[in-house]
C-alpha cells in the first residue's frame, strides 16, 4: 500500500464483519482510506460473538483499539447525560480508554485527519481540534430518528425520545460547524439537515452507499434453504433493531393476513440476528424466525419475493441494495424507494398501505417471469449507480483539502477540548 499520510478513525460498532447496515458501510469506509492511507481504528465492540473477527479487522489497520460495551450497562450510564444536560447517545460511548487512546495515537504520529464515523464518535475527535482537522459521517440524521421514535411511542418514552432528538440536533449542529467536512447518506439526509442547521450549509454534502454487486449476485449453485412447494417472502436485517421490529410487526399484522387468504401456502421468514422477544413471538407456521445464518444470500435468492416494511427508516437501506444486486425486486416504503431513487423501472416496487403491499405481491406471486424480469432491472440499477469506489471518493477531495493546524472556524477551536471525562 503506497500510503499518503496517517488517518485516525473513529467507529462507533466494530466494522467487520460487515453483516448490518452501518457496519457495511462503515467497513467499505475503511478500505477506501486504507488503499491509500496508514489507518489507526477506535472503535467499540457490542457483540461478544464479533470477538473472533478481531485479528481479521486488525489486519486492515495499522492500529486497532478497542473497548468493550455491554448495551444494558451503557444504557443505564447513559442516563447521566440527564443531569449533564447533553444526548444520551454521548454518554453512552464516552468512555476514558477510548480517550486515552486518541490522545497517544495523536501524540506518537502526525495525523493527517480524524475521520469520524457517526456522530456520537466526534467528542473523541473533538479532543484533537484545532491540529487534527476532522471529517464526519453523520450517515443519516440521527436525531429526527429519535424524533420519529418519539411520534411512534407513548408517554413517557415518547418525552425522553423528543428530548433525545433536541439534544443530538443541537449536538449535530455543534460538530457539524467544527468538523472540516460533513457527509450524509443521501441528498434527502442533506437537505433535512440544512433545514434544520442553515448554517451549515458550506460544509456538508452527500456521499451515498453502494453494495458489492460481485459477492451479493445469483448463483445458480447456491442450495435453496426453503422447503418444497412453499412461497417465501423474505426480510433481512438487524432484529434487535427498532424500525426493523416495527416493521416485521406491522407487515404480520396487517399485510400477511390478507395474503394469505389468496396463498395458503406462503411463508414469511425473518432472517436476521438478534431477534427480539417481540419478533420472536411472531413465529407461527406462517412466520419463521431464522435467527443469525450463516450466509443472507440463499434466502435473498430463493425468495418469491422481498419485502421492506419500513414505516420508521432514515437513509439508503442496505439490505434493499443487497437484495437488488440479487436480482430481486423489493415492495418497499416510498421513503426507502425515495433514498435510493429507484422505481418500478428499477425493481423497487413502493407500497405505503396493507392494501398497496398486498398488490405489489400478487403481481410478484403470481407470476416468476414477472418478477425475473424486474429482478434484472433491479440488477443493473444496481451495476450503474451504486458502486462503492464512486461514491467513498467523495471523502478523498475533503481529505486533499485539510490543513492541519487549522480548524473550520477559527472562533470554536477554543471550544475543542470541552468533553466531559
Not at 412453499?230 to 400477511?256: H, I, K, R
Not at 431464522?290 to 418469491?304: E, I, K, M, N, S
Amino acid at each position: 500500500m503506497s500510503a499518503s499520510g496517517s488517518i485516525l478513525y473513529l467507529v462507533h460498532r466494530l466494522p467487520y464483519p460487515p453483516n448490518k447496515g452501518d457496519k457495511v458501510r462503515s467497513y467499505h469506509l475503511l478500505r477506501h482510506l486504507q488503499k491509500s492511507h496508514r489507518v489507526f481504528l477506535g472503535t467499540f465492540l457490542d457483540d461478544p460473538a464479533d470477538e473472533e473477527h478481531l485479528p481479521s479487522l486488525g489486519a486492515l489497520c495499522d492500529d486497532l483499539h478497542v473497548e468493550r460495551i455491554r448495551p444494558r450497562a451503557a444504557r443505564i450510564k447513559s442516563l447521566t447525560g440527564i443531569f449533564r444536560g447533553e444526548a444520551l447517545t454521548l454518554a453512552y460511548y464516552r468512555n476514558q480508554g477510548m480517550q486515552r487512546w486518541v490522545r497517544q495515537i495523536a501524540a506518537e504520529n502526525d495525523l493527517k485527519a480524524c475521520v469520524v464515523f457517526s456522530s456520537a464518535m466526534a467528542q473523541y475527535a473533538q479532543l484533537l481540534l484545532p491540529e487534527v482537522p476532522m471529517l464526519l459521517d453523520f450517515v443519516d440524521v440521527d436525531s429526527a430518528k429519535w424524533m420519529q421514535y418519539a411520534d411512534a411511542h407513548r408517554w413517557p418514552l415518547s418525552l425522553l425520545y423528543r428530548r433525545e432528538g433536541r439534544r443530538l440536533l443541537a449536538y449535530e449542529r455543534s460538530m457539524a460547524l467544527r468538523a472540516h467536512c460533513s457527509y450524509f447518506v443521501t441528498p434527502n439526509e442533506t437537505a433535512l439537515f440544512l433545514s434544520q442547521a442553515p448554517e451549515c450549509v458550506r460544509r456538508v454534502q452527500s456521499m451515498g452507499n453502494g453494495v458489492d454487486a460481485d459477492f451479493f449476485d445469483s448463483d445458480p449453485q447456491r442450495e435453496n434453504p426453503f422447503p418444497d412447494g412453499g412461497q417465501a417472502l423474505v426480510f433481512t436485517g438487524a432484529m434487535d433493531y427498532w424500525p426493523n421490529v416495527d416493521g416485521v410487526c406491522w407487515f404480520v399484522s396487517e399485510v400477511l393476513p390478507r395474503l394469505l387468504a389468496q396463498y395458503p401456502q406462503l411463508r414469511f421468514y425473518i432472517v436476521g440476528r438478534s431477534p427480539s422477544p417481540q419478533v420472536r413471538a411472531l413465529a407461527s407456521a406462517h412466520v419463521v424466525v431464522t435467527g443469525t445464518v450463516p450466509d443472507v444470500r440463499p434466502y435473498l435468492q430463493h425468495a418469491h419475493a422481498i419485502v421492506a416494511p419500513l414505516r420508521v427508516a432514515r437513509g439508503i437501506q442496505n439490505k434493499i441494495l443487497e437484495a437488488m444486486a440479487m436480482r430481486q425486486p423489493v415492495v418497499t416504503v416510498s421513503s426507502c424507494a425515495d433514498a435510493i431513487g429507484a422505481s418500478a423501472g428499477q425493481g423497487v416496487l413502493r407500497a405505503d398501505t396493507p392494501e398497496e403491499f398486498v398488490r405489489a405481491l400478487q403481481s410478484l406471486l403470481d407470476s416468476r417471469a414477472h418478477s425475473a424480469g424486474l429482478g434484472l432491472l433491479a440488477r443493473r440499477h444496481i451495476e450503474g449507480a451504486f458502486s462503492w469506489q464512486a461514491h467513498l471518493s467523495v471523502i478523498d477531495s475533503g481529505l486533499r483539502g485539510v490543513d492541519p493546524g487549522t480548524v473550520a472556524d477559527a472562533g470554536l477551536a477554543g471550544h475543542a477540548a470541552d468533553v466531559p471525562t
